[in-house]
């Protein structure tokens, strides 16, 4: 199957601070990705979905603003978490579509002392 | 109702043994079935995707669809201890680009 990678796979931050994650499709293009989020024993929420070259598409409830999307180039897109709050602190995975099947990148665990 | 609903486990069973998990969705136009794995603590990880009526067999596992019953269900033959995992359904609509997923179903294998 198609691979997507993620840096990092874990970030510590202090309150306040941003942090940005990279999602990388590495043998194929992708025009869309996916942000997901997921608590622990909680199933994956869908954060918004990352176009090439336009703005993303949120879903009901995420900040815009605090939740910075930017799909830049076929292979790449990057979420911000600006201001962070260690309510913030979870598991986001990335996700592109390949063909017809859409493959999850390893995830980054947030952590926001 | 939930758009795609899966007992949500735990569901056991001893090693060797089939584990037979099950998938629901309300949508009629959907079009594309996916079953991932996702192990504690790591992210999904795709195994079958099915996407006409009848069985699909891959290794150890076996998707089946039935789209008049609105169903589809993943069969785990000579289940392993490594298959212990939450195993989620995902189902995509028509033209829709995004997948909706089921809440998961918890599988534990017995040794």
């Known amino acids: 199957g198609a691979v997507v990678s993620q840096h990092p796979s874990w970030v510590i931050c202090k309150s306040g601070t941003s942090v940005k994650i990279e999602c990388r499709s590495l043998d194929f293009q992708a025009t869309t990705m996916f942000w997901y989020r997921q608590f622990p024993k909680q199933s994956l929420m869908l954060m918004a979905t990352s176009n090439e070259g336009s703005k993303a598409t949120y879903e009901q409830g995420v900040e815009k603003d605090k939740f910075l999307i930017n799909h830049a180039s076929l292979t790449l897109s990057t979420l911000t978490v600006t201001s962070a709050h260690p309510e913030d602190s979870s598991f986001y995975i990335c996700s592109a579509i390949g063909g017809y099947e859409q493959y999850f990148g390893p995830g980054t665990r947030l952590t926001v002392t | 109702q939930k758009e795609v609903e899966q007992n949500s486990g735990p569901l056991s069973v001893p090693e060797g043994a089939i584990a037979s998990l099950n998938c629901t969705y309300s949508?009629?136009?959907?079009?594309?079935f996916f079953w991932y794995r996702q192990y504690s603590g790591k992210s999904p990880e795709l195994i079958m995707s099915?996407?006409?009526?009848g069985d699909k067999e891959d290794g150890r596992f076996t998707a089946q669809l039935n789209k008049a019953s609105q169903y589809v269900s993943l069969l785990i033959r000579d289940s392993q201890p490594s298959d212990s995992a939450t195993y989620l359904c995902a189902v995509r609509a028509g033209s829709a680009r995004q997948l909706t997923f089921g809440s998961g179903t918890q599988l534990t294998v017995l040794p």
């Open positions: 099915i996407y006409s009526n």
């Open positions: 949508d009629r136009g959907s079009q594309s």
